[in-house]
């Protein structure tokens, strides 16, 4: 069936942008929505499937990763971009980042304004781009996007133009260096029978398949975003009612979402069979109902955490409660580790678990596994500091902050003509002398992933007076890149996977090095140890990918400019005649340029 064009893109030249989507007049009027029972719980899942995981050495062979998907896709940018333009400088460029955050509320009269909130709670997620879409009382769906940070996108009047009792929200890492504000989410259209926004987190890796198919029989992509897919694959399916839609399109996607959806009187949140990315569920004392991708949204909005949406779930809120249906049978869930290593709040209950207590006994692990004669502990901050904790109490040894982060640190920043080392790192992390000063220390971050940061940061310390500097990692080494929404460099870029442990300590120049055993991390998660996705420590992957796969990635161009097959870096080149079943790709039969 011929697809609309559901996503016109907005003037380019603003930097925010207002939709607005009349009320269809094509709504059916005899629909008759299904039963279902009322927020139906799923009896716990049984762990029968035994995990298991390769003994990996710490230098890793090629062959370890030959059917990771990305393996060859930066081949052209062995370079960083920092090195070839001064002026821009990535607060982060050394770590694993989250792609988004999403958050959804029903039935408050300030749904737009909390979601606002939510979404400054979830900030850490993404900070290229920001979106609220709300229902209105009069049934339209009206959209504020913009690039920049939520406090830079939205005011009091941009609030003032989403009224109603209902709206979702989302928070963007851009793919790219410069984040494209037709890329930003929420996205809404219109189709046949009525009006839909959706806040996504994830990466779908049949993407590419998916799309192809699409544009086959007609439809017309407005922008670059693996969401658009979702919305043109509920335009096209002719299940009732709506939210049969959705269920129907999910059934298409492989890869990991968490998403919400808006309609003019529903708000429906979805995860993906996996569970690779959270979502959660809370209730304002108001009996509204906030969704969002982690509790530490629903503590800003006075929420009150109710429970996960679980892997495989839809549920559906609308006046007459909330609903719950299950997306398909699922598998054993596998839920990124990551989110309790790095990307989480220190305060936010993540797959049922505490981040701040992961973190502190995954520090305590070392000091007991790894210990070192020290006369100081402290943290590379802010996400290496609970785990810091942890060691000192284990080492018997004094934390203090002897390496202070600015917070007012931009984009981009004007380089003195004259060359100073080290210069992006000196203008986020400021040493303490008094702390270092003839002492030695024990550093802790959460993970290492090129390597080029943390040798900047030992470098510092011992130019602050440090006597030693050993370096705890509180996760194992990174040998892999991820494609479910965590943007990764290739293996190729990731130096644990081309050197040993003490090649890498050679590298950073740090006395001793060591990281967290991936057998200690599950020993610690004990009976959900079979329900983490530890793909990016071992290169087995929950769910291959199909065809041509997007990166999820900064230094790679977001799919705008040109065609895409003329993307260099951006899709992996496959067999542009491979159709094949999503989970049953034979790499070897293709052309021979899908992964090496």
Same mark, same amino acid.
């Given at each position: ?10 003037? !380019? ?20 929505? !299904? ?231 529903? =708000? ?160 986020? =992390? ?46 194992? !080494? ?81 799919? =705008? ?36």
């Amino acid at each position: 069936m011929k697809s609309t064009n559901l996503l016109p893109p907005p003037n !380019p030249t603003m930097s925010a942008a207002t939709t607005t989507i009349p009320p269809s007049t094509h709504l059916s009027a005899n629909k008759t929505p !299904p039963t279902f029972l009322k927020l139906t719980l799923f009896k716990p899942l049984t762990k029968t499937t035994p995990f298991h995981h390769s003994n990996l050495t710490h230098k890793i062979s090629s062959t370890i990763y030959s059917r990771n998907p990305l393996s060859d896709v930066i081949s052209s940018f062995q370079q960083h971009p920092d090195d070839q333009n001064p002026i821009f400088y990535s607060e982060d460029d050394d770590k694993p980042r989250e792609e988004c955050g999403v958050v959804g509320i029903f039935n408050d009269p300030e749904a737009s304004r909390l979601c606002y909130l939510a979404l400054h709670a979830l900030q850490h997620r993404g900070q290229e781009g920001a979106g609220i879409v709300a229902a209105t009382p009069d049934g339209v769906l009206k959209s504020v996007t913009g690039v920049g940070l939520v406090s830079e996108v939205f005011n009091q009047s941009k609030l003032d133009q989403l009224p109603g009792d209902n709206a979702i929200g989302h928070v963007r890492y851009s793919t790219a260096g410069q984040s494209m504000l037709k890329n930003v989410q929420p996205f809404v259209a219109g189709y046949r029978f009525g009006r839909v926004g959706v806040a996504h987190n994830g990466n779908l890796v049949n993407y590419q398949t998916l799309r192809a198919e699409l544009e086959e029989n007609g439809s017309i992509f407005g922008t670059s975003s693996d969401t658009e897919v979702v919305l043109h694959l509920i335009a096209i399916s002719k299940q009732r009612p709506f939210f049969l839609r959705i269920v129907e399109a999910c059934e298409k996607l492989r890869g990991a979402y968490s998403m919400v959806f808006l309609t003019e009187d529903k =708000l429906v949140a979805v995860r993906d069979p996996f569970g690779f990315r959270p979502l959660v569920m809370g209730r304002r004392s108001n009996g509204a109902i906030v969704f969002a991708s982690e509790t530490c949204a629903l503590d800003l909005i006075e929420a009150t955490y109710e429970r996960e949406v679980n892997p495989g779930e839809v549920l559906i809120v609308d006046k007459d409660g909330v609903q719950s249906l299950c997306l398909m049978p699922h598998p054993e869930p596998k839920s990124c580790i990551f989110e309790h290593i790095y990307f989480s709040l220190p305060n936010s209950v993540v797959f049922g678990k505490s981040v701040y207590e992961s973190r502190r006994k995954f520090g305590e692990i070392l000091g007991t596994e790894s210990p070192v004669d020290c006369d100081v502990v402290i943290a590379v901050p802010d996400s290496g500091v609970v785990a810091a904790i942890g060691y000192a109490n284990k080492a018997g040894v004094p934390f203090q902050q002897g390496l202070i982060r600015s917070h007012y640190v931009g984009r981009t920043f004007i380089e003195p003509s004259q060359r100073i080392r080290d210069f992006g790192v000196k203008l986020k =992390l400021s040493p303490v002398r008094a702390v270092l000063e003839g002492k030695r220390v024990v550093v802790v971050d959460d993970s290492i992933v090129r390597g080029t940061t943390s040798s900047k940061i030992v470098r510092l310390l011992k130019e602050a007076g440090a006597k030693e500097v050993h370096m705890r990692i509180a996760s194992p !080494p990174i040998i892999a890149s991820c494609y479910y929404g965590v943007d990764t460099p290739s293996p190729d870029e990731l130096i644990s996977n081309r050197m040993s442990v003490e090649e890498i300590r050679e590298f950073i120049g740090c006395d001793s090095l060591a990281f967290l055993k991936i057998n200690s991390l599950k020993r610690m998660l004990a009976g959900d140890s079979p329900n983490f996705c530890y793909a990016c420590f071992s290169g087995d992957y929950p769910v291959l990918p199909s065809g041509i796969v997007k990166r999820v990635g900064d230094f790679v161009d977001d799919g =705008l400019n040109g065609s895409i097959d003329s993307i260099d870096g951006g899709w992996l080149q496959g067999s542009k005649e491979q159709k094949g079943d999503d989970l049953g790709v034979n790499y070897e039969e293709q052309d021979g340029k899908v992964p090496v």
